[in-house]
């Protein structure tokens, strides 16, 4: 059985708890986020990891983060995914690179979407390429894109207890996926643009979490040009989103974004 991407009532649940305010207690229901142990079982158990995340739009998680990880390449590599939703599995079969399989069963801590490091990669493997030339976007149109983007968040803002992750042109929000784990919600929207099989050579990632070294070394793998979130950007997301000539832009909130590297592709408007 597949998981419905269109399906969320099960991923927000009621949880009684005791509120203070002013030194005064009051008891009352609060919104909390489901989060679920999920395992990948890869080509019959040859590879076999678990993370933590929201059990939701499950295929897209997996596919994703093989792709970020330089495991999966090609859509003709991939034979079948299939979730099984009451076990909590999902199992994939495919032509995957067994270099990157081995350095990220090697590496790979589960958790909640943080467990590995973007510097344990391979960053020379072929998967890690300088990017191409990319999209060219007004900051005005940064600013319209990040309000719209917000405003599909309904489990973020309701909640608080997830990142969101949204793929965008200059002009509209494409994908959208929300997830306990911020590289969790990146690999959503990698790997349903993959299954759908969207061109991202001009296409850029909106986030609500930091852009770190290892989110820059998935977007680089994804043929991404562009990063944007509403919150900070990391030394060494820098240096590598530098290295590979991607764009990051942080702290867009409001009227303000600062732009830290590829600044070329950011227009005044």
């Not at 911020?182 to 050579?201: P, T, V, W, Y």
Request: hydrophobic residues 40%; glycine residues 12%.
């Amino acid at each position: 059985m597949s998981d419905s991407p269109g399906d969320t009532s099960h991923l927000i649940q009621d949880c009684p708890i005791r509120r203070f305010e002013d030194g005064k207690p009051a008891a009352m229901i609060d919104k909390v986020i489901t989060e679920a142990r999920i395992q990948l079982d890869i080509n019959d158990g040859q590879h076999s990891l678990a993370m933590l995340c929201l059990p939701h739009d499950l295929e897209s998680l997996a596919v994703g983060f093989l792709i970020g990880e330089g495991a999966l390449r090609d859509r003709a590599d991939l034979r079948d995914v299939r979730v099984n939703i009451e076990n909590n599995k999902v199992f994939i079969h495919g032509d995957l690179d067994e270099d990157s399989l081995e350095a990220m069963a090697n590496r790979w801590t589960w958790g909640t979407g943080c467990g590995s490091g973007g510097t344990g990669r391979d960053l020379d493997a072929p998967a890690f390429g300088r990017v191409g030339e990319g999209l060219n976007v007004g900051a005005n149109k940064l600013i319209e894109l990040a309000k719209n983007f917000t405003a599909k968040a309904d489990m973020w803002k309701s909640t608080g207890g997830l990142h969101a992750c949204g793929l965008a042109d200059n002009e509209k929000i494409i994908l959208f996926a929300e997830d306990v784990g911020r590289h969790n919600a990146f690999d959503k929207i990698m790997g349903r643009a993959f299954l759908d099989e969207i061109d991202l050579s001009d296409k850029m990632v909106l986030m609500t979490g930091r852009l770190s070294a290892e989110i820059v070394s998935k977007a680089v793998a994804c043929g991404l040009t562009m990063l944007v979130s509403r919150s900070a950007v990391t030394a060494l997301g820098a240096k590598l989103a530098g290295r590979f000539g991607l764009t990051l832009v942080g702290f867009l909130r409001g009227k303000r974004l600062n732009v830290y590297t590829g600044f070329d592709r950011v227009t005044a408007d």
